[in-house]
Nanobody
Framework: QVEIVESGGGLVQAGESLKLSCTASGPIRRVSVMGWYRQVPGKERELVADITGSGTITYADFVKGRFTLSRDSAQNAIHLQMNSLKPEDTAVYYC????????????????WGRGTQVTISS
C-alpha cells in the first residue's frame, strides 16, 4: 500500500520559519503531482503549493515569495520551506500525492497524509 508520511509541523512565532517534509513510499511506478494543502476548521482544504512530475511548481497567491517547494525525486519526497510565517498560516497541512500504482494492475490514484499542525503565534 502507498503510504504518505509528513513531518515538520510545530509552533513558532510570527516571522519565523518552518520546514515541512513529505515522503511517498510503496508500490509507486510514477509520481504525477505532489503537493501541500492546508485546512482550518470550518473552511475547505486549499492548495498551498504543488509540483508536477516534470517539475512545474504552482504556488497559491498567499504564499508567493514566502514559501518554497522543492523535490527529491529519487525519494519521492517534497519539502516546503515556509518563511516569514503569519498567524493566518495557522492550519493543518496535508501532503497529497497523485501517483501511478503498480500492484499487479497499474492504476492512478491520489493519496493523502494524516496532516501536520502548523501554529503561528502573534
Amino acid at each position: 500500500q502507498v503510504e504518505i508520511v509528513e513531518s515538520g509541523g510545530g509552533l513558532v512565532q510570527a516571522g519565523e520559519s518552518l520546514k515541512l517534509s513529505c515522503t511517498a513510499s510503496g508500490p509507486i511506478r510514477r509520481v504525477s503531482v505532489m503537493g501541500w494543502y492546508r485546512q482550518v476548521p470550518g473552511k475547505e482544504r486549499e492548495l498551498v503549493a504543488d509540483i508536477t512530475g516534470s517539475g512545474t511548481i504552482t504556488y497559491a497567491d498567499f504564499v508567493k515569495g514566502r514559501f518554497t517547494l522543492s523535490r527529491d525525486s529519487a525519494q519521492n519526497a517534497i519539502h516546503l520551506q515556509m518563511n516569514s510565517l503569519k498567524p493566518e498560516d495557522t492550519a493543518v497541512y496535508y501532503c497529497n500525492a497523485q501517483v501511478q500504482v503498480s500492484r499487479g494492475l497499474i492504476y492512478d490514484r491520489a493519496f493523502w497524509g494524516r496532516g501536520t499542525q502548523v501554529t503561528i503565534s502573534s
